[in-house]
C-alpha cells in the first residue's frame, strides 16, 4: 500500500469520525474582548428567569419573536428593518425594559446600548449563519 493511499484513508476516517462534532460547533467571534457566539438555534427558549440580558441575547431574543409584543418585529423584518436603520439598540432595550427583561437602568447606560448596536450591525451575519 503506497503511503500517500494511507494519509488518504486516515484523513477520511477522521473527517467522518469528527464529522458530528463540526456539524453542531458554534462560530466564535470577537468583540471588544468578548466573545460572540453565532449560533441562534441554541439559546434557551424561556427567558422567563433572566433578570439581565447580555447584548447578544437581548438581539437573539428579539430576533426569535421575544419582542414582538413590544412592537419589535423577529427574523428577516428585524434584520431588514435594522439594516434601514428603522431599529435601533435604543429600541430594542426600550421594548426589553417593557416586557422585563432588562433593568430600566440600562436605559441610561450607554456603554449597554453601543454593544447592542455592534450587535445589531452584526445581526445580517448571524442571520445568514442560522
Known sequence: M???ILIDSLLVVTSITLM?????AQTVATNANQAIVSNLNKLPNDYSSISHLE??????????GGLLQHGIPSGGTLVF??????????????????????????LDDQNYINAVSSELIALPDYAAAD
Open 20 to 24: 458530528p462534532g463540526i456539524s453542531t
Open 55 to 64: 447584548p447578544f441575547d437581548l438581539v437573539a431574543y428579539a430576533y426569535q
Open 81 to 106: 428593518k435594522t439594516l434601514n436603520s428603522n431599529i435601533l439598540a435604543k429600541d430594542l432595550v426600550v421594548a426589553a425594559v417593557n416586557a422585563k427583561k432588562l433593568q430600566p437602568q440600562l
Open 2 to 4: 503506497k503511503f500517500s
